[in-house]
T-cell receptor, first 115, second 115 residues
């Protein structure tokens, strides 16, 4: 049982380049999330999805797009990377339903540097 | 005022010490309270989860919630070097539909337990 898997683990981009971060979960969770974590800022929600084919904006959505074509996958796209998007990106997933079970499980993160 | 406030530390203690980590919050609608532990270069993992005011104990860890004061704590007894990590508090509101998805995180406290 792999849980939440993020690819790639590391990436260096030049300003203006595009890339897609992939998140895959094997827990049959309905909810999926993308966060970024920056020193002194904590975890901030970028986008989330409450089910296949749905997406919604979080706290810091600008400059990012997402897609949830399959229940197990949640993609985060950067169309034109900027140095301000240098961060560690975490994907998480959670079960929908009983509130006591709505615990978010995190992947290991993707470290992105934009030069 | 931010919804969740957490002292970022860093906090350095000797092995065997009792550690107290704290968060305050302003949103009285928060109903679920969690502590996540994040080792260096890893994703956060759930450590404790509480719903009501009072204490919840799990081994060397005790989570305490005081809703009247909007204050939560995590106590670690007999701290070990393996407890060295960043500890993030997180809180959740149940939306009107009964399902839930949004966690609000504190910025995290970096703890080092010295052998």
């Amino acid at each position: 049982n792999a849980g939440v898997t993020q690819t790639p683990k590391f990436r260096v981009l030049k300003t203006g380049q595009s890339m897609t971060l992939l998140c895959a979960q094997d827990m049959n969770h309905e909810y999926m999330y993308w966060y970024r974590q920056d020193p002194g800022m904590g975890l901030r929600l970028i986008h989330y999805s409450v089910g296949e084919g749905t997406t919604a904006k979080g706290e810091v959505p600008d400059g990012y797009n997402v897609s949830r074509l399959k229940k197990q996958n949640f993609l985060l796209g950067l169309e034109s990377a900027a140095p301000s998007q240098t961060s560690v990106y975490f994907c998480a997933s959670s079960y929908r339903g009983n509130l006591a079970k709505n615990i978010q499980y995190f992947g290991a993160g993707t470290r992105l540097s934009v030069l | 005022q931010k919804e969740v406030e957490q002292d970022p530390g860093p906090l350095s203690v000797p092995e065997g010490a009792i550690v107290s980590l704290n968060c305050t919050y302003s949103n009285s609608a928060f109903q679920y309270f969690m502590w996540y532990r994040q080792y260096s270069r890893k994703g956060p993992e759930l450590l404790m989860y509480t719903y009501s005011s009072g204490n919840k104990e799990d081994g060397r860890f005790t989570a305490q919630v005081d809703k009247s004061s909007k204050y939560i704590s995590l106590f670690i007894r007999d701290s070990q070097p393996s407890d060295s990590a960043t500890y993030l508090c997180a809180m959740m509101v149940a939306n009107s539909g009964g399902s839930n998805y949004k966690l609000t995180f504190g910025k995290g406290t970096l703890l080092t337990v010295n052998p």
